[in-house]
């Protein structure tokens, strides 16, 4: 069965400082890779994703992800953070042979201190 | 933006009463879910839906059904609410049959005392 596993649930950073979430995956086939936003009382927003090509994807926002395929991960990472910036983060993956579903992650909370 | 609205966004109801809760999209997409968000526990998937008619359990489907009768609508039935239920319910959609990836609505906060 795949899993998702997201190291930290909590992640407290001071505004400009860079920031680190962590996401590694189970999978015993291929898999798309997927980091969502959700602000506050607000529904789930992609962020970036990683389909095939190059391993690191960013976003509009400063963020990037980078897929290790031998380490079975797809960490995010922005240089430096912003107080808007505060927000939960979930990492999903899409096997390839399970059609449309998305396994989550259980979240990571990242709190923007000024 | 998908044009997913989730109706009602808020409903508070008393443990054996039935709940339904609707999922309206106005893009014609051919596949749906509904997931459940709890603290410690991401989003599970409840039930999903591939066509009109056509749907399938997800990881968390027991005490939950699901009717697609137009392409646009998706809803999901509490058949008999119990407290464990309580939680914030998302509707997706996928817009892309290569990748997936799923865009979801506002969700609806069911509180079941």
């Known amino acids: 069965a795949q899993s998702v596993t997201q190291l930290d649930s909590q992640v407290p950073v001071f505004e400009e400082a860079p920031v680190e979430l962590r996401c590694n995956y189970s999978?015993?086939?291929?898999?798309?890779l997927f980091w969502y936003v959700q602000y506050p009382n607000q529904g789930l927003q992609l962020l970036l994703k990683?389909?095939?090509?190059?391993?690191l994807v960013e976003s509009i926002n400063g963020f990037e992800a980078e897929f290790n395929k031998s380490q079975t991960s797809f960490h995010l990472r922005k240089p430096s953070v912003h107080i808007s910036d505060t927000a939960e983060y979930f990492c999903a993956v899409r096997p390839y042979n399970q059609g449309g579903k998305l396994i989550f992650g259980q979240g990571t909370e990242l709190s923007v201190k000024p | 933006d998908a044009g997913i609205t989730q109706s009602p966004r808020h409903k508070v109801t008393e443990t054996g009463t039935p709940v339904t809760l609707r999922c309206h999209q106005t893009e014609n997409h051919r596949y749906m879910y509904w997931y459940r968000q709890d603290p410690g526990h991401g989003l599970r998937l409840i039930h999903y839906s591939y066509g009109v008619k056509d749907t399938d359990k997800g990881e968390v489907s027991d005490g939950y059904s699901v009717s697609r009768s137009k392409t646009e609508d998706f809803l999901l039935t509490l058949e008999s609410a119990t407290s464990s239920q309580t939680s914030v319910y998302f509707c997706?959609?996928?817009?892309?049959?290569?990748?997936?990836?799923?865009?979801f609505g506002p969700g609806t906060r069911l509180t079941v005392t």
């Open positions: 997706a959609i996928s817009l892309d049959t290569l990748s997936y990836e799923q865009y």
């Open positions: 990683y389909l095939s090509g190059s391993t």
């Open positions: 999978s015993s086939v291929s898999v798309y």
